[in-house]
């Protein structure tokens, strides 16, 4: 079983800063893209950022220049770095993964999406 777990939500004022995690564990050969993306009450679930094995990354405009999405691939990690948060930045928190298996001697892999449960960030006076 593959399992993604979250941490670092929580209250914050706005223009503070907070920094999320994501600790990925269990059967895997290998993870390719790893993302945050996010739920506010009342809205469909929406892309935040997400960063390939090899580093590159995406963001939604809408936090460009305000969060910073990195890996460490030792420990299956992703973080996301928030600044400058706004009271529109308040949502869960949801990690996912596409992770690979190996499932032959010919290299063939299987792969799978994975979403953590997610975390709180509420952002407010």
């Known amino acids: 079983q593959v399992q993604l777990v979250e941490s670092g939500g929580g209250l914050v004022q706005p223009g503070g800063s907070l920094r999320l995690s994501c600790a990925a564990s269990g059967s895997i050969d290998r993870i390719n893209v790893m993302g945050w993306y996010r739920q506010a009450p009342d809205k469909e679930r929406e892309l935040v950022a997400d960063?390939?094995?090899?580093?590159?990354?995406n963001y939604a405009d809408s936090v460009k220049g305000r969060f910073t999405i990195s890996r460490d691939n030792v420990v299956n990690t992703i973080y996301l770095q928030m600044s400058s948060l706004k009271s529109e930045d308040t949502a869960i928190y949801y990690c996912n993964a596409e992770v690979e298996r190996v499932v032959n001697v010919e290299g063939a892999t299987r792969r799978m999406i994975v979403w953590g449960k997610g975390t709180l960030v509420t952002v407010s006076s």
């Open positions: 960063i390939a094995r090899g580093r590159g990354t």
